[in-house]
Each structure stands twice: as structure tokens, then as C-alpha cells.
């Protein structure tokens, strides 16, 4: 399983975008970058996820490197909703997934 | 998205008993699900996969005798605690595959157990 390191926590203003970076230097050809995110108490939610081109869904646009080794999540405008614990998490398909420390992130209002 | 419900939420429990807790997929078919669990302020720890009609997979350092995993339809896995101790208080989270192949896979609410 490919290692992920991540900033332990981050902060930023409300409506401000956000990027949170994620390094995966031990990444195989065939492992898509899955996205969640924790809020407290509850149980991890799907954010995104992406192989090699950037992707955008509703709640996040994902941008990678083009080596592969490092991704960055960004969420365009934060809110206080979007506090919360962010893991990326690097994964060939079987979907058994290995949660990294992640990164907490603080939305100031 | 597709659902993915545990239960009960919370849980307290003298030391010694068994804990049964559900995980149910409500709108899908799971033929595998995942159990984690989670200390305070720490990331979560894979347990082992529940397979449907077939014996789970532990992780390394994971009791198979102390977490009974069943996994007897394809809509429900149950985890059970047994002989719990303050040591097992913990909050446990589920997730299924749904078998569509969207790359997503859905985590139950979690259930905080605390054993006194």
C-alpha cells in the first residue's frame, strides 16, 4: 500500500478557497487517489477520487501531479461545513482502504 | 448515494458481555464490507473484510476470536465484541462496496461503544 503524507492540520477563512496537499511518492501505475473526509462523530464521506487527469465534482475539484506523487484537494470556497478530518488515500480498486493521519481542517468565520 | 446504516449508534456495556453491532447496506447489495476502528484524535484502523457467505480477513494484530465478524446476507454484517474490556471502547465504522464501480465506498455512521 502507498504511503500518503499530509499536512496534520490546516486553517482558513470562510469563503476562501482551500488546498490541502497530499503526497504519495510510493504510488503504484494502477492506484486511483481517493479523497474522504471525516466530520466529527461520524463516519468518513466520499469527496472525490481521480487516476491521472484533474477532476471536479460539486464538492471538490482534485488536481495531480503529473508524476503522480503528490495530489491536491481543493474546495473552492470553504464553509464551516467543511470542517473536518481529509484523508487521501491511494488505491488499486479492491477498495480495502489504508486511512493515513489525514488533515484537520479549521474553517475560521 | 447509496446508504450504508449502523446500529446501535452508541453503545455501554459492562466488562466481561458481548456487543453484537449491525451494518447494513439499504439500498445495495454489499458482497464485501470493511470494519474499522477509531481511537479519539487517531485515524482509522482497518480491522478486517467481511465477505458474504464466507469467513472474514483479519488484519495482522486484529483477534479473530475477540471480533467475530458475519457477514450472512447481502445487505448485513455484524461485528461482535466479545468479553469486552475498557481496552475495546472504541468507535467502530463499517463501509460496503456497492458493486456499481463508481470508485466510491460508503461508510456507515459509526458506533461508539463503551465498555465500563
Known amino acids: 500500500d502507498a504511503k500518503t503524507t499530509q499536512p496534520n492540520s490546516m486553517e482558513s477563512n470562510e469563503e476562501e478557497p482551500v488546498h490541502l496537499p497530499c503526497n504519495h511518492s510510493?504510488?503504484?501505475?494502477?492506484?486511483?487517489i481517493h479523497w474522504y473526509r471525516q466530520l466529527p462523530s461520524q463516519g468518513p464521506e466520499y469527496v472525490i477520487h481521480?487516476?491521472?487527469s484533474n477532476v471536479n465534482n460539486r464538492m471538490a475539484s482534485l488536481a495531480i501531479a503529473e508524476d503522480r506523487k503528490s495530489s491536491t484537494l481543493i474546495l473552492h470556497r470553504a464553509t464551516l461545513r467543511d470542517a473536518a478530518v481529509y484523508y487521501c488515500?491511494?488505491?488499486?480498486?479492491?477498495?480495502?482502504?489504508?486511512f493515513g493521519t489525514g488533515t484537520r481542517l479549521k474553517v475560521l468565520a | 448515494g447509496a446508504v450504508v446504516s449502523q446500529h446501535p449508534s452508541w453503545v455501554i456495556c459492562k466488562s466481561g458481555t458481548s456487543v453484537k453491532i449491525e451494518c447494513r447496506s439499504l439500498?445495495?447489495?454489499?458482497?464485501?464490507m470493511f470494519w474499522y476502528r477509531q481511537f479519539p484524535k487517531q485515524s482509522l484502523m482497518l480491522m478486517a473484510t467481511?465477505?458474504?457467505?464466507?469467513?472474514?480477513?483479519?488484519e495482522q494484530g486484529v483477534e479473530k476470536d475477540k471480533f467475530l465478524i458475519n457477514h450472512a446476507s447481502l445487505t448485513l454484517s455484524t461485528l461482535t465484541v466479545t468479553s469486552a474490556h475498557p481496552e475495546d471502547s472504541s468507535f467502530y465504522i463499517c463501509?460496503?462496496?456497492?458493486?456499481?464501480?463508481?470508485?466510491?465506498?460508503?461508510f456507515g455512521e459509526g458506533s461508539r461503544l463503551t465498555v465500563l
Open positions: 510510493t504510488i503504484s501505475g494502477t492506484d486511483y
Open positions: 439500498d445495495f447489495q454489499a458482497t464485501t
Open positions: 463501509s460496503a462496496v456497492s458493486g456499481r464501480n463508481t470508485g466510491e465506498l460508503f
Open positions: 481521480g487516476l491521472t
Open positions: 467481511s465477505n458474504e457467505g464466507s469467513k472474514a480477513t483479519y
Open positions: 488515500i491511494p488505491s488499486s480498486g479492491t477498495y480495502k482502504y489504508i
